[in-house]
Every structure is written in structure tokens, then in C-alpha cells.
């Protein structure tokens, strides 16, 4: 047996101890897994940062009544949107149809507004996600608790699972096309450029709010709502809601997140059945 395949199997092992575990045991684990893959404090700080000005802007908002900037940041998230659901989600990660140069390129930059990883990082990931769904090879594993499926995942290093289950997945449609590619080799200036600096001045020029309040409120206000939007596909549809087709089956029915995500479970149904990642 290579090393590479008893590791594999130590994993399996490790996980299947997990499975069979009392809740205290589990938790204990899971803490300890947080302390041993270790926590990225330059996230934390940055994710803690993001909503601490938000926090203000907040409060700012209200007192000001700045509902048109508001308003501003509302419809440039919707396609931030598009971006996830039509771009990351349904064309790149399950190659749910086929589409031309100009719309991939359109896609892109929507999907770089919402600014939730480069392309070819988000669609590795929930192919993950799909194909060892609750498992530590799952990169937002719910078996983890809210906290981790909904930010968490963001803010520690990878389990090793995920390294080595990533591996027997094939992502060379990603790799190859020439929209990723570019989007990932310039990814800094997508992500500062369309989340940030482009929705602050299109608010100012739209709006004609002040320009720290077209940031915070426009730019920064809109980012923090549509990520927890995303983030509660991954944590509360897969914690709590109706489970129609089977009560073992974790994703869920949830009103909120289907807003974002039309139908978790319908993806995850999919995802399962056709075989796909
Ligand atoms: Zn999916």
C-alpha cells in the first residue's frame, strides 16, 4: 500500500471515529481540529475589520437616511448575483449549459463583484462541497457547527482531507479556459477594482452621496449582506429547515437562503444524482 493510500485510509478512519462519536466527543474534536489546522488571523482580522466599519456605517445609515445609496448597493449586488448563481455556480462548477466568450467574460465580472474567491478557488471548492458533502473533505463541513459551515471554514486552514480528496477530482475545464485563467492571474485588481472602488464611484456618480458614504454604505454594506446571504446556503440550509425527500439527507429547505440560492436542496439533489461534482 503506497503512503499516499494509507494515508487515505487513516483519514477514513479518523472520520468514521467522528461519525459514531457522541455530540461532547465530536465537539472535542472539532475544537481541537480549529486549534491543530489553525486559525488565519489575517482573515479574522480583515472579516473583523469589514464588519466593524459596517457596524458604524450601519448606524450611519439610519441616522443619516442614506436609503438611496442603500438602494444603490441593493441592485449592484444583484449582479454579484448573477455572478454566483449563473456564473460560479450553475456554468463553471456544474456545467449546467454552455456559454459564449462575451457572456463567460460578463459572468466573470459579476462573479468578481461579489467578491467571494477567484473563480477557479469557488468552483473547486463546491465541486468539493457536492461530491464529499459533511465530510472533513467537505471544505464547509455543517457536521462542524454554524459558526464554522457559515464564516469558519473562511477562517481556518483547510483540513488535510480536502487536500487529499481534492486530488481525485478533475478540474482541467477550469484550468484551461482562458476567462479563469485571466481572472486568476489579475485577481487582486478584480476583487479591489469591481467590490470596491467601481460600485463607491458609480454611488457617487448615480446617487451623488458623499464619497465615504457611497463606501461604506454602497460598497462595503452591500459586500457584508451578500456574503452572509451566500453563507447562509452553506450554513443555515444545511442546519435547519424542511428535509421533503428524506430525513437523512442534510441539505434543507430553507426560506431565507432560497432567495440567494433559488433551492439548496434541489442542488445538492442534483449534484448527487447526476453524478456530477
Ligand atoms: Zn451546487
Redesign the pocket.
Known sequence: MSSHQSHLNMSIDHFSVRIFSSDSIKARYIFVDSLKYGIVWRNVFLFVLLHVVYGFGLVHLIRERLWSSWIFGYWYSVFGGIGITCGA?RLW??RSYKASFPLRAFLMICQSIAGQNDLYTWCRD?RL??KFSETDADPHNSNRGFFFCHVGWLLTRKHPDIMIRGKTLCFDDLSKDPVIKFQRKFYPFFYIFFCFLFPTLLCRFIVGDTLLNCLIVGSFGRYIVSLHCTWFVNSAAHMWGDRPYSVKMEPRYVFISCFYDKYKLT??L??KTSGSP
Open positions: 455556480h462548477s456544474h463546491h462541497h457536492h442542488d445538492n442534483s449534484g
